[in-house]
């Protein structure tokens, strides 16, 4: 069974389409970063899939339909949705009460033990914790909940590198080895490279790339060329080159390693320079459209 | 943020890996409300200060209250208890008023400020539908603050009541005058008569008020207020009638007339009467009406407005309810 299965999603407001009928599946277990641009279409996605928004097209998460049943789905899906909507007015102890108040599958004893390790205090309200707390505390509430989905909208934002390392860490030893789905967004898709399984590049509504890491680590090849082979290289044809201290760095779509390897030093590309080299051409659109 | 809960047993989980328990409807309006009042703290503070306000302005006339007392013994029965249920009275009626204000700037805040804020997003996170979030808001006019309306009220009171009797009882004047005078269950019932009724008169502008804080985008008191004034100006000008306007009228402030009758003798005597003496009789007497008002349930009841505004209100909140779903955060 899938987790989420859509066919033909689509979304317009106005004349503005974000989601262009993209067909998507999702199987249980799986965890998904999703890539693109602000405005690609990605926080459409994500708020579809949880009910937050109409859409046309066939949706099924969890084998719900997310539109109807958002009650029932949240039961089962967890989501951050931005770190910026933990209400201001709200204490510590109070969001704690009230998710376990409202929420079947929370566990307290958990949340209260991820709290344990940071320096919230329970009487605090969140306007007295710092941004990096307050995204601690949601983290906590989530990672406390036992969801078969977890949908997570740039969960690292504000963050300092040390707890978005223990960020992601977490995730996937206290998360992950339950058989649970998560679907995440990103602008730094070089930190979750090594944390999900599948990866997605989203672009003007449609669905530019989906392969799993395994997929992505054998098609995709860097190769640092040697100055005397590089006009060698460039005749097989790579999607995307760019210079790095005077040295040629080509990207390449299924490429022979031994040929490769004959060139220069070979290396999988990380999931943002494939990003660059499919999406960054200068015909795309001006970047700074939020979603 | 490596969890010790790491090492918990996994057959906790595994137990409920079916269809998940349901928490019921009864313990998600109960944390729903309780979330309604942690927000929103003046729905309490609001009335405890007033009636804080009311027993400090009460000990200050206590001084005066055995003199008081001997002088009232001269006047009529229905004097006596008037002026004697005033320091009650005025206080039942500022913690009511200042209660119902409250209880409108809530209405009108409740769907709103959680947009505004973005922290729709949060509550939408969680398994509480979209109707028990929307009833939830209802239910902290029409119910809950009545309810504490009243619990204060009746505390109030009791706290008047006794220090009356110790004021009294020092200065060997007549104790029972106070108890004498107002029948404390009695008067708590018609208190909690009247609270009820007065909820449910005020239900279609509650969920008049719900439906604009989830529907406008800024300036939700322009919202509110606007478009019924508008309504009633245009039909002024182009039929030269009045029936919306009146009917707003009696529905912003005929509340009470639809749920108690008046004395039947006060109206005959001042018809009667004229000048000074006349203008000061109206006054007492239309204060004792206002003061000793008899609940009448039956025609209360029987009133087409009543049952029409609980349609009209269960109408708007099914209204807040879709807007809910379909509005986005600001």
């Not at chain 1, 999603?9 to 067909?23: H, N, Q, V, Y």
């Not at chain 1, 599948?198 to 989906?210: E, K, S």
Request: net charge neutral; proline share 5%.
């Amino acid at each position: 069974m899938p987790c989420i299965e859509a066919h033909g999603l689509r979304k317009a407001f106005g004349t503005t389409i974000a989601l262009d009928g993209i067909d998507l599946r999702v199987e249980e277990g799986r965890i998904l970063g999703l890539i693109g641009r602000n405005g690609a279409g990605k926080t459409t996605a994500l708020k579809a899939i949880l009910g937050l928004t109409s859409y046309q097209g066939e949706l099924k998460v969890l084998e719900r339909d997310p539109w109807t049943e958002r009650d029932q789905l949240m039961r089962e899906v967890c989501f951050i949705a931005d770190v910026a909507v933990l209400p201001r007015w709200l204490r510590v102890a109070h969001a704690l009460d009230f998710v376990a108040g409202v929420h079947p599958r929370f566990d307290r004893a958990k949340a209260e033990g991820f709290l344990a390790k940071t320096t919230i205090k329970r009487t605090s309200k969140i306007n007295e914790l710092s941004k990096g707390m307050v995204t601690q505390l949601h983290l906590a509430l989530v990672m406390a909940i036992d969801a078969k989905l977890l949908v997570l909208d740039e969960p690292t934002l504000g963050l300092d590198i040390l707890y978005r390392k223990q960020f992601y860490d977490s995730l996937l030893n206290d998360y992950s080895d339950r058989g649970r789905t998560i679907v995440m967004t990103t602008h730094h898709p070089e930190e979750i490279q090594n944390v999900i399984t599948d990866v997605m590049f989203i672009d003007r509504g449609r669905i530019v790339l989906d392969c799993s890491m395994e997929d992505f680590e054998s098609k995709y090849l860097e190769l640092m060329v040697r100055p005397e082979h590089v006009v060698a290289a460039r005749a097989l044809e790579p999607i995307h080159e760019r210079e790095v201290f005077g040295r040629s760095i080509l990207l390449f779509d299924r490429l022979d390693h031994d040929k490769a390897a004959a060139l220069g030093d070979v290396r999988t590309p990380g999931i943002d320079d494939l990003f660059v080299a499919l999406l960054g051409n200068p015909a795309g659109a001006s970047q700074g459209v939020t979603a | 943020m490596n969890i010790q809960s790491n090492t918990m047993p996994e057959s906790s989980f595994d137990g409920q890996s079916g269809a998940p328990a349901a928490v019921s409807a009864a313990r998600l309006a109960y944390w729903s409300i309780r979330r309604e009042l942690w927000e929103n703290r003046s729905i309490y503070i609001a009335p405890l200060v007033v009636a804080g306000v009311a027993l400090l302005a009460f000990l200050f006339t206590l001084s005066y209250l055995p003199a008081n007392v001997r002088k009232l013994a001269a006047l009529e029965a229905t004097r006596q208890h008037t002026l004697l249920s005033i320091p009650y009275d005025a206080s039942a009626i500022m913690i009511i008023l200042v209660s119902v204000l409250v209880g409108l700037y809530y209405s009108l805040e409740a769907l709103h400020s959680e947009r505004r804020d973005r922290s729709i997003l949060f509550w939408k996170s969680l398994p509480v539908s979209d109707l028990t979030t929307v009833l939830s808001k209802a239910i902290v006019p029409l119910i809950v603050m009545p309810l504490l309306a009243f619990a204060i009220i009746v505390a109030l009171q009791l706290i008047m009541l006794l220090l009356s009797t110790v004021v009294l009882l020092s200065s060997g004047a007549n104790a029972a005058a106070p108890w004498t005078q107002r029948p404390m269950f009695e008067m708590s019932l018609v208190l909690l008569y009247g609270l009820a009724t007065l909820a449910v008169w005020y239900a279609p502008i509650y969920g008049w008020l719900l439906l604009v804080s989830a529907w406008a985008q800024r300036a939700t008191l322009l919202w509110a207020v606007l478009p019924p004034l508008l309504i009633s100006v245009g039909e002024r000008l182009v039929f030269h009638t009045s029936y919306f306007g009146s009917m707003l009228k009696s529905r912003l402030f005929g509340g009470f007339a639809q749920a108690f009758v008046a004395k039947a003798h006060d109206s005959g005597a001042v018809l009667g009467e004229s000048g000074n003496a006349a203008a000061r009789r109206l006054t007492s007497d239309q204060l004792a009406q206002i003061l000793n008002p008899i609940p009448d349930p039956v025609k209360f009841l029987s009133t087409p407005g009543v049952w029409i505004g609980l349609v009209v209100a269960a109408a708007l909140l099914a209204g807040a309810v879709w807007l809910r779903r379909h509005r986005e955060p600001m």
